[in-house]
C-alpha cells in the first residue's frame, strides 16, 4: 500500500514557475513507476509526464515537453514536477500516481497506476 500527498499547487500568473511535490509513504517508493496526470473543469483526465523507478526514462506530453520536468528523490520518497512557462491552458488539478509492473508503454495510460494522491489545483492567470 502506498499513499501519496501532492502540494506546491496555487494560483500564478502566466509565464511564472511552479513545483508540485508528491511524497509517499511506506518503504518501497523505489520500485514504482511515478507519473503526473492533470484534470482541467470538464475535461477527462490527462498524462503529464512519468519517470522510472530509478529515474533513468522519463516521457512526457508534447503540451509541456520543454517546459515542465519530471524527477524524483528516493531517499526523500518524494517525486517532482517542476512545471516553467506556464501557461493559463496548464490550469488544472495535478494528480501523482504511482505504478507498479507497469511496460513503458502504458505510462501514459491512467489506468495502469494502482495509487493516486488527492489532488493539487494549480491556476494559471492571464
Known amino acids: 500500500q502506498v499513499q501519496l500527498v501532492e502540494s506546491g499547487g496555487g494560483l500564478v500568473q502566466a509565464g511564472d514557475s511552479l513545483r508540485l511535490s508528491c511524497a509517499a509513504s511506506?518503504?518501497?517508493?523505489?520500485?514504482?513507476?511515478m507519473g503526473w496526470f492533470r484534470q482541467a473543469p470538464g475535461m477527462e483526465r490527462e498524462f503529464v509526464a512519468a519517470i522510472s523507478s530509478w529515474g533513468n526514462s522519463i516521457r512526457s506530453a508534447d503540451s509541456v515537453k520543454g517546459r515542465f520536468a519530471i524527477s524524483r528523490d528516493n531517499a526523500k520518497n518524494t517525486a517532482y514536477l517542476q512545471m516553467n512557462s506556464l501557461k493559463p491552458e496548464d490550469t488544472a488539478v495535478y494528480y501523482c500516481a504511482a505504478a507498479q509492473n507497469v511496460y513503458i508503454s502504458g505510462w501514459q495510460s491512467s489506468g495502469s497506476y494502482d495509487y493516486w494522491g488527492q489532488g493539487t489545483q494549480v491556476t494559471v492567470s492571464s
Open positions: 511506506g518503504r518501497t517508493f523505489s520500485t514504482y513507476v
